[in-house]
Structures are given as C-alpha cells and as structure tokens.
C-alpha cells in the first residue's frame, strides 16, 4: 500500500494515524474510491478517469500533476460538485460534493477565472459570503475581502470591472475570491498558470499562509514541478487518458519551505522521482493503455 503524508492512493485503508492533528479528525479530508467519469461526445464516449482512490486527510497540501488530458481539471471539478462521477463515490469530510458546497466547505478556482462581469472586483470577492447566508453565519471569517485584495495587490482595483483587467488580474480576483470565505477544502486549477514570476510568488505565499493559519486542505493542479514540490506534502502523478492514479510521492522537505529550498540535494531527489513518474505516464500515454 502507498501511504504517505496523510495521502493514500489505495482503498480501504482504515486506520491510518496520519493527519489525525486535528481534534478528532478521523474522517478524511477528501475520500475518492473507484471513482471513474466517461463523457459523451461527437467521437464517441472519452474515458476521462477510471479507477480512483485517494485519500486525502484533514491539514494536507496535495498537488496533482500530469500530461494534459488525463483527467484533472475533471477531478477537481467532481470534487467541487459541478460534474457528477459514473462510478465510485466522492466523500467531503464524509458529505457528498453537493452537501459540502451548501455548507460552503469548499472553494475552487477554476482555470479560467469565472468573475461576474456586471459587479465590480470587490463585489466579486464578496459574492460567495452574501450567498447562503445560513452557512456564512454559522462560520466566522479572519480576514475581510478588501484585506486579501489588498494582499494579492489589488488595493487599487477594488471599484473596477473584471473587464477593465488584465487576464493575470482576473486571476488574482479569483483567487482572493476562494481565499476570502476561508474554505476547509480548497481545490484549485492551474490557478498561477497566467501570472508572472513576481506574483506567482506572493501568491504561493499567501497561500501557504492561508493554508497554515487555517487547516484548510489544498487539492491544487499544476503543471510546474518545482511548484508541485515547493507547496506540497505529497505529489500526486496522474496518467491517462483516462485518468489514473500513476503514484503517490510524498514531500518530506520540513516546514516552511526555506528560501531556495529548490537548490538542496533534498529537493533534486523529489524532482528526480516526480520526473520519472511523470515519464512513466507519459509511456503509458502513447502505448495507449
Ligand atoms: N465536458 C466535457 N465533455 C466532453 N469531454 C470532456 C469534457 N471535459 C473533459 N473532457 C475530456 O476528458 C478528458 C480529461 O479532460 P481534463 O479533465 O480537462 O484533463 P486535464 O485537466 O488533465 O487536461 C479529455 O479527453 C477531455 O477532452
Ligand atoms: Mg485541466
């Protein structure tokens, strides 16, 4: 069995210590078992993802990786509620998606910013804090929307539309809009993937921050190795299509990360292993299994 780092890739583990950090956190995070998801198309049925199980426990950071194709941006997507699985089932602290979302347990940047064009940048940020509003009383927030605005730089745009910003400033408005409600699980899509170096890196931060200061569990995609490695507690390396768990490789680089964390012998070990996993789906890919 692979376990590691409060992320397991097999069923029916039940038991585990891990990730058990929180009062009485038996129940997982995110529990997926046999999940599987064909779509329809033109072609014919695509194969999305097939077969899988993962569990991630309360507190974790997992990064997600793999070619383009293999199925996570529709994980991610059935995680958040907003596809429905074929097969398997989908546990959220061990609600369906559907429950989790009302409770408002879960926040997800997508990998288009999906803002509302007609209200302003502020309003966006605060719009999933006005909607429910049953859940949002039963829950009490550290930070206000224009405080996590102002963080991801965005202090000087708060009355402007998303359509007088740029695509990388839609994207931070995205991002303050996940991180404004304070989500226990939190699933995001490629979310730096349009920014610059410069605000990649404060966001990185601010998301290690958030996710440090408040338990959240971050299920987060990228395509960037050095990012998978650098926020992570585990990387998790899909192959497909159709989407399949290729391994598990837990991050053991102690927290924080230091600066320059990507020069150690420690790290370029990570990346090694991650990379050939990487290679080993990419095989699987072009042998069409
Ligand atoms: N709504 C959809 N309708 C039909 N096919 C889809 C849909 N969403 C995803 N797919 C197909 O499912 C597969 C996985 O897609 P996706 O999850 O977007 O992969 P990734 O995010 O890893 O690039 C691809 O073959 C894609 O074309
Ligand atoms: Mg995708």
Redesign the pocket.
Known sequence: MSRCQGVRMQPGAAGTTAGRQLDGAAVPALSLRGVGKC?A?RAGA?A?LRGIDLTVERGRFVTVI?P???????LLRIVAGLVRADEGQVAIFGDTPDVACADKHVGFVPQRPALLPWRTVLDNVRLPLQVNKAASARRTLSREPEEILRAVGLADVLDRHPGELSGGMQQRVAIARAFAFEPSILLMDEPFSSLDEMTREVLRAELLGLWQGQQTTVLFVTHSVAEAIVLSDAVVVMAG?P?TIQAVVPVGLERPRRDLVELTDDYRELEREVRLQLRGAWASRSDGT
């Open positions: 779509f198309s695509v999305a793999g383009s194709g293999c199925g996570k941006s529709t299509p989407g």
